[in-house]
C-alpha cells in the first residue's frame, strides 16, 4: 500500500512516485486534490475519508500521476478532477454501447418472431 498524508491546508493527498531509472528525481511528491477524491473514487467525508478513497484506488492514481510526471518532469503534479473526467465518459459510452446492443438485440429477435393472426 502507497504511503500518503492528507494535508489540511490544500485539501489534498499528498504521496510519492517513484519514477523509473533515469528520468527526473529517484522519488517525487505529488497531491491529488479532494474534488477528484470526491468526485470520482468516493470519498464521503473528511481528511479520513479522502485517505481512505486514494488507498482504495492508489494504483490508478498514481498511473495518472506518473504520467503526467513522464510528460514534463520538470513541473510539479498536482491531479484534479480534469484528469479523471475521461473514466465518467468511458462509463458513459460503455453503458450507451451496452444498452444500444440490448436493444438492437431485442429487435432482432422481433423480427424472426412469426406474425400471430
Given at each position: ?74 513541473k510539479p503534479v498536482f491531479l484534479t478532477s ?35 393472426a
Amino acid at each position: 500500500m502507497s504511503e500518503a498524508i492528507f494535508c489540511f491546508d490544500t485539501a489534498s493527498v499528498r504521496f510519492a512516485i517513484y519514477p523509473p531509472g533515469g528520468v527526473g528525481a529517484a522519488r517525487v511528491i505529488v497531491e491529488i486534490g479532494e474534488d477528484p477524491l470526491r468526485d470520482h473514487f468516493g470519498a464521503t467525508g473528511g481528511g479520513e475519508s479522502l485517505l481512505e478513497a486514494y488507498q482504495s484506488h492508489s494504483d490508478e492514481i498514481g498511473e495518472k500521476a506518473m504520467t503526467r510526471y513522464l510528460a514534463a518532469p520538470h513541473k510539479p503534479v498536482f491531479l484534479t478532477s480534469a484528469d479523471f473526467d475521461w473514466i465518467d465518459q468511458v462509463e458513459e459510452i460503455l453503458h450507451l454501447a451496452q444498452t444500444t446492443a440490448l436493444q438492437a438485440t431485442g429487435e432482432e429477435r422481433q423480427s424472426r418472431e412469426p406474425a400471430h393472426a
